[in-house]
């Protein structure tokens, strides 16, 4: 080969692999892209039963409940306006308490939140942006100091 | 007292930084030689200054000194004597003083072995770090004082975050930043290079070793924080693609790709502007990751309380060093041309392929990361971009660039001929599809991809020995000849070897824990067992244990496979005592083929526990390799020829290069 055209080919092939990278990405995106909803926006937009997505509020009080017997735990999700009810399998988060922040991802089918991930937090003071942001949607955001009680 | 003179002694550090950042690069500049010399002088002063500085808030800290706020907040005169110390930087105020701690270190570094640098490029590199350091005491000294005092102060402190009360997270901060910080020198000699228009292979041998000191620090911080992840949070998992760990794995591969590309640089005298421009993108996403976590605009697994108002200072901080740098490589970058040329298939052109893809890693990280911001500033809603995405990018880029990492090694510089390398690889190359085949066979079918990813772990730890072999002549001359020449390798050589049989061994727990991981979750009863894996758990007691800051409910599991020997497995749930925060502490019996992993959780009303099982394949496969990649770059470091001051050892160098097989990879 001419140096010229080795040149171009080396370009051509670099683009080509630059290409790949970027189609790679972009289709990894559309499928993973996870959109969060806050309980009333969950109720009013109502999204597929396949479709992957967060919720985010507050734990609503004394909504916790095991069955004897099973690992599935129940609770309620809520911005202080609505809530909609979520079923776990497995060992929450430390610091997963009653009326504090949550987030958790999974899908969402016939009026129930089946979660499959429940996010942790590693700090008490810790407020997910997204919990902040529901609460404030439904006007109900007392500031962070308050929600901590 | 003692508070106010490390207050005072940080307020000195910052004023001797700008005297440190702005005298010697303008003495560089008129070639004065007094103004530059007070570069060495003001950089040790400037870390005798800090380290007096978080001396003082140590000594705070171990004294239990409450008018200190952060020391109520993180501290508790019963908490165990390591989690004391911890505390300095287990929060936002004292984790940045570490951060310009370890500044100083670096720069203190560089002015006590930088003897034989050039007076110029050792001025500007040190005004560099002075300037970096400059910046980030702004930072600390307005919105972030850890010697803010507190008045009444309390009798006792709030004590730190339970999570952090453990051995592991006890030195993870301080490694991460020494492979954060430890890449402002590499940042700084691009800087320098470019305003002097002027990058050589001495500046990339001057480089080198301290792109390897950030690199090995960088490696066993992440590490160490993934470690403490697995066995912390008890969700079995290492690695879960958060903003926060991806904020430190971006500036690794960035560090890598800088790492392979100097190595161009020293040998062949081109990838110039490439190799700068990847030392300034290194630490642009050190300091990108610092903002990530400070700031906590992003939500994240590991996210902890942050204030908005800093992120806004880093961030302001990050686009005027970045946006300086880049102005400057923009304007001076043109200058620099290489002065060879070499055939894409050579070993160049290996590592430029290495490189082209850690970089589009990197960037695709980057993308992912920041995704949900834009798209949240922009108000289209609010998204997350989870674990899938990543492990769609990044394994298929990181793949063919495991094949090339075990082939690139055989090619020769310049001009290499594929095929004589292929040929010395037959072996590896079937030994490798025979093990892909073979743990098909045995693993479930539908587990291809899995067993693709173990033979290419076996393809790269055999070419990495088929390397090392043929390096040595093995079968090729007599042994006892081989041995001699085995015993001679150079360490740079030792280095390679040993990162990439590392990361071969890694690659293979990454990918068998993730593909073949069992999981069981039930409710046990004192006396009930369950069979995981083919081994027998059996919950025989469950007692209350107190310890120095907490009680916990403790499991005692026997675990046996086929009537072998019991081990005893003691799983915990704490809840400590001051903040009735609990924590969770796995049980893990690390075994050759994987870890027994159980967690406890929560006591229900019928009084059985909730307890949680894995067996997690090859875990301690990757641990064991990520410490041989540490351990290449120790090994690397000692090599003679980084012995600081190489420059001034050029005819040993030339020696050694004059012997091809001799000089392979080093």
């Known amino acids: 080969m001419k140096p010229k055209n080795k040149r171009l080919s080396l370009i051509v092939a670099t683009m080509t692999a630059l290409a790949a990278s970027v189609a790679l990405i972009l289709v990894a995106f559309e499928d993973n892209v996870v959109f969060f909803y806050s309980p009333s926006d969950l109720l009013k937009k109502r999204p597929g039963p396949t479709q992957k997505l967060r919720i985010g509020g507050l734990v609503k009080k004394d909504s916790i409940k095991r069955e004897p017997g099973v690992t599935e735990v129940s609770f309620e999700v809520t911005d202080l306006n609505n809530s909609v009810p979520v079923v776990f399998n497995g060992i929450l988060p430390d610091l997963f308490r009653e009326e504090q922040g949550v987030v958790a991802e999974g899908r969402y089918r016939e009026q129930l939140f089946y979660a499959t991930q429940i996010l942790a937090k590693h700090d008490e003071q810790y407020m997910p942006p997204e919990v902040a942001e529901s609460l404030k949607k439904s006007g109900k955001w007392k500031g962070p100091v308050e929600l901590e009680k | 007292m003692l508070v106010e003179i490390g207050h005072f002694a940080l307020v000195l550090a910052l004023s001797m930084s700008f005297v440190q950042g702005t005298l010697p690069i303008i003495g560089a500049h008129y070639n004065k030689q007094s103004w530059m010399a007070l570069a060495r002088p003001t950089a040790l002063l400037q870390l005798m200054l800090i380290l007096i500085s978080f001396v003082a808030l140590t000594i705070a800290f171990l004294g239990s000194d409450f008018s200190l706020k952060i020391v109520v907040n993180n501290s508790h005169t019963l908490k165990p004597l390591l989690y004391k110390i911890s505390g300095v930087w287990g929060n936002h105020e004292g984790s940045m003083l570490l951060w310009v701690l370890i500044l100083a270190i670096y720069g203190g570094a560089i002015a006590t072995w930088g003897k034989n640098l050039r007076p110029a490029l050792r001025a500007r590199v040190l005004s560099i770090q002075g300037l970096l350091g400059f910046g980030f005491m702004l930072f600390i000294l307005f919105t972030s004082n850890p010697f803010d005092r507190i008045s009444p102060a309390p009798i006792n402190g709030q004590d730190l975050n339970p999570l952090l009360q453990d ?94 590309s100097a190595i161009v640089l020293e040998k062949r005298d081109t990838l110039k502007s490439w190799t700068v421009f990847l030392a300034i993108i290194a630490f642009a996403l050190s300091i990108l990751g610092t ?303 994987g870890d027994l992993y159980i967690v406890i959780g929560d006591k229900n009303k019928d009084g059985s526990y909730i307890t949680r099982i894995y067996f997690n394949p090859l875990v301690p496969w990757m641990w064991f390799g990520a410490i041989l990649m540490v351990l290449g770059s120790i090994v690397s470091l000692t090599d003679r020829r980084y012995r600081i001051g190489a420059p001034s050892s050029r005819k040993m160098l030339r020696q050694s290069t004059s012997d091809p097989v001799e000089s392979i990879n080093t």
């Open chain 2, 291 to 593: 903002f990530i976590v400070r700031s906590g605009v992003i939500t994240s697994v590991h996210a902890f309380a942050s204030d908005p108002g800093r992120g806004v200072f880093i961030l302001a901080l990050l686009v005027i060093t970045i946006g300086t740098a880049f102005v400057l490589f923009g304007w001076r970058a043109p200058l620099l041309k290489g002065s060879n040329l070499f055939q894409p298939i050579s070993r160049e052109g290996g590592l430029l392929i290495n490189n082209f893809l850690l970089t589009v890693a990197s960037a695709s990280i980057l993308l992912g990361t920041l995704y949900p911001l834009f798209i949240d500033v922009l108000e289209l809603g609010k998204i997350s971009v989870g674990a899938p995405y990543f492990n769609a990018v990044f394994v298929p880029l990181m793949t063919p660039m495991i094949l090339i990492m075990g082939l690139a090694p055989f090619m020769t510089w310049k001009r290499a001929d594929i095929l004589v390398g292929m040929s010395k690889l037959k072996i590896a190359g079937i030994l490798s599809i025979l093990v892909f085949i073979g743990v098909w066979f045995i693993k479930d079918k539908a587990t291809v991809l899995a067993s693709f990813g173990i033979g290419v772990s076996a393809w790269l730890f055999l070419a990495t020995l088929s390397e090392l072999k043929n390096r040595i002549n093995l079968f090729g001359i007599p042994f006892k000849e081989s041995i001699n020449k085995l015993l001679r390798q150079p360490r740079g050589s030792w280095g390679m070897t040993l990162a990439h049989s590392g990361l071969a061994i890694a690659v293979a727990g990454m990918t068998a824990s993730s593909a073949w991981k069992v999981e069981s979750i039930q409710n046990m009863n004192t006396g009930n067992s369950i069979n995981v894996a083919g081994y027998e758990f059996k919950l025989e007691d469950v007692r209350q244990v107190r310890g120095p800051n907490y009680l916990a409910t403790r499991g005692i599991f026997a675990v046996s496979k086929h009537n072998s020997n019991k081990i005893i497995m003691k799983p915990e749930k704490r809840i400590y005592a001051v903040s009735q925060q609990p924590t969770t502490e796995a049980a893990i019996e690390p075994t050759l083929l």
């Open chain 2, 167 to 260: 051995p592991g997270l006890a030195f993870h901060p301080p490694l991460l930043y020494l492979g954060y910080v430890g890449l402002s020198t590499t940042f700084s000699f691009a800087v320098a290079a470019l305003i002097e228009g002027k990058v050589d292979p001495v500046w990339a041998r001057w480089v080198r070793p301290w792109a390897l000191v950030a690199w090995g620090f960088l490696t066993s911080g992440i590490v160490l924080g993934s470690w403490w992840a697995y066995y912390e949070l008890g969700w079995g998992g290492w690695w879960f693609w958060d903003p926060v760990e991806n904020a430190s794995f971006m500036p690794w591969l960035a560090a890598t790709a800088l790492l392979h």
